[in-house]
């Protein structure tokens, strides 16, 4: 069995990283939230293929969550991460304190503009400014050679891929498919918050997207039917659902699409009771 | 005599960068806008103690400059750059193409917020965002381990040390003193657009910044008593100047002082007819 190394200090984890750069290897990083599951996993293990070391890091980012968020009670079991990614195969987990990471006088702070203007950063203000602190941050930290993000937070990869085209680190950009449960829930540590009764309700995410790949197969190219049998399929499948946003963008760009043609990606978010879920699907 | 390597591609100085760190030398950077004067090349020769290699840049940054400012004007000299540089043992040189650094849909920056709200941030709005946002390139670019900045540009090199620690680059900052002409005026690059009558003008602030200096040692401790002695001076010195701010301020926070004690910095902006000139001295 592999062994783990646990790093908590910024500094143990900077001269971590700068022994593994003198010594030839290459690095990979995986940033978390932790209460990892399997889509988490496939990172870790895609990133053995790219590099010789996966540093795993575990942060709950407060910066990322409004004051009215889940920060205080997002799922959290250290212990359980910790065998997960050593079963991985992982061999570097980051997990830094929150103070040390944010003392009280930080005050820097790092904007992707465009791409943080709609969708999740309309409907979360704030969010993406500390998605992309905290990244920005864990790079310098770790120094990767090969970053991973999932496909699932579909507009977090991509001003995550644009801010590090924009900011010049030499970094190799990974996104990673959804991973998905047998019924297409997209894997996400908030599905934990589901009760028995909303967990049957939560695929309806997935089913509106395969429906809107499907309509598109079927020669459909118009939006508002497309985001429209969408709308339907989750208000049959899901009585409890609200829905936040059902958006068709371009894939790298994400301008809004109303015609689909190649590289189209249908997003959306869906509060299922006090759950606010997000999925997304290329659909040409 | 030494040779020095001139890349212009980032990834020709990413490469670069990377060999030199796989190794073993360490890196200093000299992040400059050109036209170099005795106060860039002190920072060169002080990096060559600091570290293996030493990377200047050479870069008019658009990002920092507002439309009405002297971008255009900006004195630019390539050629006695890169011989300067060689003299003063510089082995690098950075001198990259302003589309590739900021291309047409470049949306990435990056704000220290608090630090950025008085003296240069409050007179030149955007400025800063400029600076530190072309810094976290540079610093990625070159991946540095010491970087050397001059104390001239008081509010930019504290504002990028705190971004620095902020973001957490293991990079170790380093603030150099402001070397000046015969007669006291700070060398600057803009200092070449002064006539001769201009000129003679100039060390008004200096002079003014001696004379606080002095105010201090006597047992002067009243901040409004220091500023108004500042502004007479300049105001007998230079008839035609026109004062932009004169502040007092704490060393590391620029929080204002209206009691000097010790760690206290005056500073100051002052139009000298068309040219805008800054300086600051430690006065306790």
């Known amino acids: 069995m592999n062994e783990i190394i646990v790093t908590r200090a910024i500094s143990s984890q900077q001269k971590l990283s700068r022994r593994l750069i003198r010594e030839g290897k290459t690095i990979a990083i995986v940033p978390t939230m ?3 599951h399997e889509g988490h996993l496939s990172l870790i293990r ?5 590099a010789d070391v996966v540093v795993t890091t575990v942060f709950v980012n407060p910066a990322q969550f409004a004051p009215h968020e889940d920060f ?3 799922p959290r079991d250290p212990k359980g991460d910790l065998e997960k990614i050593r079963r991985a195969g992982g061999q570097v987990v980051f997990m830094p304190d929150r103070r040390k990471m944010y003392p009280d006088e930080y005050d820097t702070y790092v904007d992707v503009r465009h ?4 969708l999740e950063g309309k409907s979360r203000p704030g969010h993406f400014r500390g998605v992309t602190t905290i990244v920005t941050k864990l790079f310098n930290i770790v120094q990767p050679d090969v970053a991973l993000f999932g496909m699932k937070d579909y507009q977090q990869a991509m001003l995550l891929k644009k801010m590090t085209i924009d900011l010049n680190w030499p970094i ?3 996104i990673c498919p959804t991973m998905r449960e047998k019924d297409g829930l ?3 540590s908030r599905n934990r918050y589901l009760s028995p009764e909303l967990r049957r309700q939560a695929p309806a995410l997935y089913q509106s997207l395969t429906a809107a790949r499907k309509l598109v197969r079927d020669g459909e190219t118009r939006g508002s039917t497309i985001i429209g049998r969408m709308r339907r399929i989750i208000r049959q499948t899901a009585p409890i659902a609200e829905i936040d946003y059902i958006a068709l963008t371009e894939l790298d760009s994400m301008k809004p699409v109303t015609i689909v043609m190649k590289n189209t990606v249908a997003s959306l978010a869906v509060r299922i009771g006090p759950v606010r879920l997000i999925d997304n699907m290329k659909i040409a």
Do not use: I
Request: glycine letters at 10%.
């Open 34 to 36: 932790g209460a990892l």
């Open 186 to 188: 997209a894997m996400s």
């Open 172 to 174: 190799q950009f990974v």
């Open 46 to 50: 895609r990133g053995r293929k790219k």
């Open 72 to 74: 205080n009670r997002y």
């Open 115 to 118: 791409l943080t203007m709609t």
